[in-house]
């Protein structure tokens, strides 16, 4: 088998010659870690054998982007206007590994949105991966590897809107002006349809999936209730339409503790989540036992477990282990590796990994 063929396999519960897994990389700063520690990317590969797929996510950004602009800065920290439009203090020593604050959004009124989603939010491929966007796609689909869309950042129905008002701001709006959200929702709806229709009058794609991020170590940031009544229904109209051009898995990303939320995610047509945080209490094995085999799982290996000794390594290995073996299951990390991994303890734990994958003990 390749990694195209193994993926679909795995996702539909049949035979594989062994258990795909993906390598979700590290931040920044913890490959600065590792060069110093003796990785050379030349002659390294961070894969570590795992299968590979082509993510495709980067192009779903505000296009064009905000100009980076500095507005103060001292010794610890700098204050900038992102590419998205989003005013930042952010540390100088861990920028990517530490959490930012946020500082301002550049959407305030219905009026800012309608500006923004005007000149920064069209479909038009030719910009936002280039003019040769279909030779582009037609490569990468040519390759044995699955190709997964991921509208990364700015393909679902509560991230991007907290992109542009700030989770404060859009949770107090559900109440305050549930119109606009609506509004919202469906300029992204709108959005991912007209993007993937011409992705898919293309190529075919393996799998699809949209980001929220709206969960904290202990729940969702939003009610289910809420969830079901303003997203489901813009989940399903997205799902239907992929689904209707030939997409078999359609899923999405969220950090955090998500349980409440995923039978509203089954029943919008959704069948696969990630990256299950288990520091947020998601167990992958409960998660098969009280959800079924409905939904595909990805992820769900501790990360935190890197940073400590061997037998920890192995025995998170191990703990997911059977649902390895009963498929519908694809492992890998539970978020990127942080700098407080030891390089050679990374090394470790691929080649662990992938014995466990291989069935080689």
């Known amino acids: 088998m390749n990694d195209l063929t193994r993926f679909h396999a795995m996702m539909r519960y049949q035979p594989v010659d062994h258990t795909p897994y993906w390598s979700w990389g590290g931040w920044p700063e913890t490959y600065q870690r590792w060069e110093k520690e003796g990785y050379n990317p030349q002659t390294f590969d ?55 604050q946020f500082v301002r959004f550049p959407v305030e009124t219905r009026e800012d949105f309608r500006k923004f989603w005007r000149e920064r939010m069209q479909p038009d491929l030719s910009q936002r991966i280039g003019p040769d966007w279909r030779a582009q796609l037609l490569a990468a689909r040519a390759q044995p590897h699955p190709l997964v869309v991921i509208s990364d950042r700015w393909g679902g129905f509560f991230g991007p809107l907290r992109n542009m008002l700030g989770v404060q701001t859009l949770c107090t709006m559900f109440y305050d002006d549930p119109a606009f959200v609506e509004e919202m929702m469906d300029a992204d709806a709108d959005l991912i349809i007209a993007i993937m229709a011409q992705v898919l009058d293309v190529v075919s794609v393996d799998a699809f999936a949209m980001w929220e991020d709206m969960a904290y170590k202990s729940a969702p940031l939003i009610s289910p209730a809420l969830v079901r009544r303003y997203m489901l229904p813009r989940y399903r109209r997205v799902a239907d339409y992929l689904r209707g051009r030939g997409v078999e898995w359609i899923g999405l990303d969220s950090d955090g503790q998500i349980d409440p939320l995923i039978p ?59 649902l390895m073996e009963e498929g519908g299951y694809l492992p890998h990390t539970d978020h990127s590796v942080p700098p407080d991994v030891p390089f050679a303890n990374y090394v470790y734990f691929m080649q662990r990994f992938g014995d466990v994958c291989h069935g080689r003990g």
């Open 264 to 322: 509203i995610w089954l029943d919008a047509g959704l069948n696969f989540l990630y990256p299950f945080e288990v520091q947020a209490g998601m167990d992958v094995l409960q998660v098969r036992r009280k959800y079924g085999r409905e939904l595909r799982i990805w992820g769900g290996v501790d990360k935190r477990v890197l940073a400590h000794g061997q037998a920890e390594m192995d025995a998170e290995l191990e703990r997911v282990r059977p």
């Open 46 to 100: 961070v894969n570590g054998g795992a299968d590979r797929r082509i993510a495709y996510g980067d192009w779903w950004f505000p296009n064009p982007a905000f100009e980076h602009t500095v507005l103060a800065e001292d010794d610890f920290t700098v204050t900038y206007i992102n590419h998205e439009g989003i005013t930042m203090r952010e540390r100088k020593d861990n920028p990517f590994s530490s959490m930012p």
